[in-house]
């Protein structure tokens, strides 16, 4: 089985939704895609939490089989962010970001992940993502994900990174922002634009497109879900889904990209049916192969 | 070949774009719905128009091998609506509604067409829906379309439309607000429960989803189109395309509405390329199968 190396934030989340509050809950960019790849690929996290962060948690992490040898505990307290869900289920509005160790992580490398065949950019300061790269060698397949503040803070760093890598993942408005494209296709085209062999658009509750170099472009809806619980992680799980499937297959094919898509968009649609990572705890293989299919025959015109 | 007949809007529509502005070209729900649907079935015609009603666009429509025995000319000014797309070219921005003899518009149904089997209700007042229905004898399948006006205004007469009927047409927008729901699932279920045996709620740039009596949910996205020209239509050319394919084969099992719900997306891709129905001027069977079938291929996973 070929690994998938992540770096992320490990977070400590508080959420607010219409129907529930949830307190200083398992979060972070790296937790979801990891949790989320874990169930194709091993998956090596490197992180970093401060003296506060529970060791539950930490447990939690490597009950997903997770090696937790990357995630570093400095003195600190842990990264937290609040968000709020009350006013829509779509769209977090963030209370609080405190960074925290965050502010300073400077990810060390465990020497023996520098060859990683599959590794996974968080979304982090585009500056990491490069020095990140730098210590790495002859990778296989590179994914990274970003957001809106990079663009505009650091979108010259951003591109740098971009280049580097195999797949960008970004969300439809980060993907519009970026490329000031108000049309998919054109935003699509425009990432691709900027060396990646794939670009990933997430559109949340409207699924996720997918466009290649010299192949034509996939487009799904989301798996829909009636009783959405919290939305956060999703776009980190669809990432850890895909990236996951492509580095179990070790292909990057036509047919296996598309399963890697609907195995993407399969696990986001588990992450929202609960806080945190709570949904995978009781989650099996069976279950993703069932609501897999599921997904393709809902679409299947 | 089973004749449908369909009761709405024949409009003469001023639209401004991010590109372009279109002065009093041929609109209405009764227009596009008809355009569409006669790629696939013989269309019959109610609707309204004033004495200064354009004899090109007569002859327009004629050129679909549309029926206009039931398009009446009355004394007076036309239905003109103008909007605009300048802001965001997924919503139009409503600029001026004059309704001019759609006022008065009272359907008088040829008698010929009382019996017809296909029968669709354009955006129009739920009490003149109702009053059609009651002149109307032995359908197959209703289809009936309304807007965000009348669910607020006439929301009880549009409820006992809708309970006649086999398929109620929605944009997202209007089915939250019919419904109370912003989870698509729960808005398509309150939409079933109020009667019909089909659910469509149309998500603009994001596709449609069909909520069927004892089947499973479809959820498709919409066909991308990398240069939109003009969205106005979309619509009702989805809800042509449907009901055109469903006339067309007679049927309603299971495949013929997954079908159905592909040629309704891809007509309405073929509309946004240009203004008014003038995409389907150059437009031939061949070209809809074409993209008929791209169109499952993207999102076959």
């Known amino acids: 089985m070929n690994k998938i190396l992540v770096i992320g934030s490990v977070a400590l989340d508080t959420i607010a939704t219409p129907q529930a509050m949830s307190k200083e809950v398992l979060g972070g960019s790296a937790t979801y895609f990891s949790v989320s790849a874990s169930f194709f690929s091993d998956v090596n996290l490197v992180a970093t939490i401060g003296k506060d962060f529970p060791v539950k948690h930490k447990r939690l992490i490597k009950s997903f089989g997770v090696d937790l040898r990357g995630l570093e505990t400095k003195k600190g307290k842990t990264f937290r962010w609040e968000g709020s869900y009350v006013d829509d289920l779509n769209c977090a509005k963030t209370i609080d970001t405190q960074l925290n160790v965050f502010a300073d992580f400077k990810p060390v490398i465990p020497r023996e992940y520098k060859k990683s065949p599959y590794v996974f950019l968080a979304n982090i300061d585009p500056d990491l993502q490069l020095f990140i790269l730098k210590n790495l060698k002859g990778q296989r397949f590179i994914g990274c994900d970003s957001m809106n503040h990079w663009i505009q803070s650091k979108g010259k760093a951003l591109k740098k990174t971009i280049r580097k890598t195999s797949a960008i993942f970004l969300n439809d408005t980060e993907a519009r922002l970026f490329s000031g494209e108000s049309n998919i296709i054109k935003a699509g085209k425009y990432l691709l634009s900027l060396g990646p062999r794939f670009a990933i658009i997430k559109r949340g509750e409207y699924g996720a497109a997918l466009f290649c170099k010299n192949a034509s472009a996939l487009l799904i809806p989301a798996y829909p879900i009636e009783d959405v619980c919290d939305p956060t992680g999703a776009g980190d799980t669809f ?63």
């Not at 986001?268 to 293989?285: C, H, P, Y």
């Open 239 to 301: 990432a850890g889904g895909f990236m996951g499937y492509i580095a179990k297959t070790n292909k990057t094919d036509a047919k296996t990209v598309r399963n890697a898509l609907a195995y993407g968009a399969t696990m986001a649609s588990f992450t929202v049916e609960d806080f945190s990572v709570n949904r995978f705890l009781r989650l099996n293989k069976k279950d993703i192969e069932g609501r897999r299919r599921k997904f393709a025959e809902l679409m299947r015109v």
